[in-house]
């Protein structure tokens, strides 16, 4: 039964302290009263502002509520980018900088005082933030991720005093054009290259059924597909673009993004045996449409009408096609239309990167390999889930690597020079360790491909396993250059800088592959090698146990076996730092 004048909530909690308040106050007390009056007015300003409520005050201190968590992370961003402008008008001895911690949890309500666990967590958690820092618990991390244009640091779990269960800490970047998407990691010249450029946005699914949004997404992937092979063309690939997904975006703000002059919108409208697509190339520098039109095709029709708007977008920006583009363009896939829906629906869960939608992606494929046999590019896909299988250890199969080899040469069989056999066949190798094969294997015209950001990275890969990762940074630079948001190229990237001893440029890209892929433990195995670098233990040591927590029969031997180094310094250089971050 509750008291009279008691209530419980769930509540936002954002508790923040000034760092290095004891100094401030030795150094000259009066100033820093006067400079901590202002800045307590300015938050109580702009948590108002925000909808939240300041709950009490107390020296250095600040507590609020919120009813929203989103509503109080956007709030703790403005306060500290103000007093951070307010600062710069003062001696350096003077500035004054507020650590906030923020969480979300169920507290008790008595007479405008609030109590609870969730902001004792809240207190604990401003001690983890740098001074002008934000940190928040997973809870609240788990709300906000998607919708604000926030970057997030992983801290691992921590034990805070008073609290019996560790808790999960994610520190906010709060430049969001530096993180909001992953760094690029060293590419800092997006200026236009010179050739035309190009970004194809997803196309929206208008077909009043979410679930037929596989399909809008494949035609999407054929398009960009079809003009990566013009040579005369700089486009930007597919994990990139697919970033603006869902998401409200000016054409304007894409090019610059990306560097590219043009990008291309559409929509796809399936329904039945109809589709009908629409698609506009717009100039992104003055924002005119260049062009546009709509197709209302039969599904059987489908090929032809992705033809259609690839040579329209060919004739519009003039560029010439030689005799081979001309009959690679004219090449498709398939010409069964419910095999290529089955690829596409498999694609979807191909994409989703996790251990079971691999498992439903592969039996999708093979739904599209059982319509028609001679689909070479189902049997490339199919080969990747075994392999990713293997490298991500979501299946014991020891034969995984074996059944991805033989889809790769059922598929070279039917088509010599289909695509992506390049990376499938140059990765089996590599875990064969055998890595002068693999690196042969890009030694074909189609790797020459300039848009062939895939085949640059993955060729990059090969070489940081072979001894050879100076040369390494160069290609997996190209490949950011056209996929810039791909977490896996961040992580190459990573990878190459940390053989090369560049541990802080290292430590940036692995971040930046951790922002999209959390889960992918690779990276954080090389992030935590580069902590022990770095000299951040503690760091290192939180990382190891995220791994652990995943994966539990993870332990140095297993990466001993698996890790295909081609020299032993390597291996003992990354073996060495796992052992010493904790991994048995």
């Given at each position: 039964m509750a008291t009279a004048g008691i209530k419980r909530k769930l509540a936002a909690i954002l508790s923040a302290d000034v760092k290095g308040y004891s100094r401030l106050m030795r150094d000259?007390?009066?100033?820093?009263?006067?400079?901590?009056?202002?800045?307590?007015?300015?938050?109580?300003?702009?948590?108002?502002?925000?909808?939240?409520?300041?709950?009490?005050?107390?020296?250095?201190?600040?507590?609020?509520?919120?009813?929203?968590?989103?509503?109080?992370?956007?709030?703790?961003?403005?306060?500290?980018?103000?007093?951070?402008?307010?600062?710069?008008?003062?001696?350096?001895?003077?500035?004054?900088?507020?650590?906030?911690?923020?969480?979300?949890?169920?507290?008790?309500?008595?007479?405008?005082?609030?109590?609870?666990?969730?902001?004792?967590?809240?207190?604990?958690?401003?001690?983890?933030?740098?001074?002008?820092?934000?940190?928040?618990?997973?809870?609240?991390?788990?709300?906000?991720?998607?919708?604000l244009s926030l970057g997030y640091d992983y801290l691992g779990e921590q034990t805070v005093k008073n609290i019996p269960d560790p808790v999960s800490i994610y520190r906010v970047r709060m430049d969001a054009n530096d993180r909001s998407r992953p760094a690029l990691g060293g590419i800092q010249d997006l200026s236009f290259p010179d050739k035309p450029s190009i970004a194809v946005l997803p196309f929206v699914n208008m077909s009043g059924d979410s679930e037929q949004g596989y399909f809008s997404d494949g035609i999407t992937e054929d398009l960009i597909t079809d003009l990566s092979k013009i040579s005369e063309l700089f486009v930007i690939a597919r994990n990139s673009v697919f970033t603006y997904k869902d998401k409200p975006v000016k054409v304007q703000q894409v090019s610059k993004d990306l560097g590219v002059r043009y990008v291309l919108e559409g929509s796809v409208r399936k329904a039945g045996e109809r589709v009908r697509i629409t698609a506009q190339l717009v100039d992104a520098v003055s924002g005119g449409h260049i062009w546009a039109e709509r197709y209302d095709k039969n599904l059987g029709d489908i090929f032809a009408l992705q033809d259609e708007v690839t040579q329209k977008i060919v004739t519009v920006l003039a560029v010439k096609l030689g005799e081979?583009?001309?009959?690679?363009?004219?090449?498709?896939?398939?010409?069964?239309?419910?095999?290529?829906?089955?690829?596409?629906?498999?694609?979807?869960?191909?994409?989703?990167?996790?251990?079971?939608?691999?498992?439903?992606?592969?039996?999708?494929?093979?739904?599209?390999?059982?319509?028609?046999?001679?689909?070479?590019?189902?049997?490339?896909?199919?080969?990747?889930?075994?392999?990713?299988?293997?490298?991500?250890?979501w299946s014991q199969d020891p034969q995984s690597i074996d059944r991805a080899h033989e889809l790769a040469k059922k598929a070279i069989d039917l088509d010599s020079i289909i695509e992506g056999r390049l990376c499938l066949l140059g990765n089996l190798y590599l875990w064969k360790k055998e890595h002068e094969k693999a690196i042969a294997v890009f030694d074909e015209p189609e790797a020459l491909n300039p848009n062939y950001a895939e085949g640059f990275t993955e060729l990059g890969s090969i070489l940081n396993f072979s001894g050879r990762s100076k040369e390494a940074i160069e290609l997996i630079e190209r490949a950011m250059r056209l996929d810039p948001f791909h977490p896996y190229n961040h992580f190459n990237f990573g990878h190459a800088l940390f053989l090369n001893n560049r541990y802080d440029e290292a430590e940036a890209a692995m971040e930046g592959a951790l922002d999209v892929m959390p889960d992918f433990f690779p990276a954080r195995a090389f992030l935590a090698a580069i902590y022990i670098e770095l000299d951040r233990d503690a760091e290192a040591r939180a990382q190891v146990k995220e791994i652990l927590k995943k994966s539990p029969g993870t332990t140095v031997e297993v990466w001993r076996e698996r890790l295909p180094y081609k020299n032993q310094h390597d291996l003992d250089k990354m073996l060495g730092a796992l052992f010493k971050a904790g991994m048995t």
């Open positions: 000259d007390e009066e100033a820093t009263v006067q400079t901590l009056t202002l800045y307590k007015e300015v938050m109580a300003t702009r948590i108002d502002k925000h909808g939240g409520r300041v709950v009490d005050s107390p020296g250095d201190n600040l507590l609020a509520e919120f009813a929203s968590v989103v509503d109080a992370v956007a709030c703790a961003v403005k306060i500290q980018k103000e007093i951070k402008s307010r600062n710069t008008g003062l001696p350096e001895n003077r500035q004054m900088v507020f650590r906030i911690g923020i969480n979300l949890g169920d507290i008790i309500e008595e007479e405008k005082r609030i109590y609870g666990d969730g902001i004792n967590i809240a207190a604990r958690l401003e001690g983890f933030a740098d001074g002008g820092g934000i940190c928040i618990s997973k809870i609240v991390y788990d709300q906000v991720k998607n919708k081979e583009e001309h009959r690679r363009l004219a090449e498709k896939a398939t010409d069964n239309v419910v095999a290529y829906d089955h690829f596409l629906r498999g694609l979807e869960y191909y994409n989703r990167f996790s251990k079971e939608a691999n498992t439903q992606a592969r039996l999708i494929f093979q739904k599209a390999i059982l319509v028609d046999p001679g689909y070479a590019l189902a049997y490339i896909k199919a080969g990747w889930t075994h392999l990713l299988d293997w490298t991500m250890g």
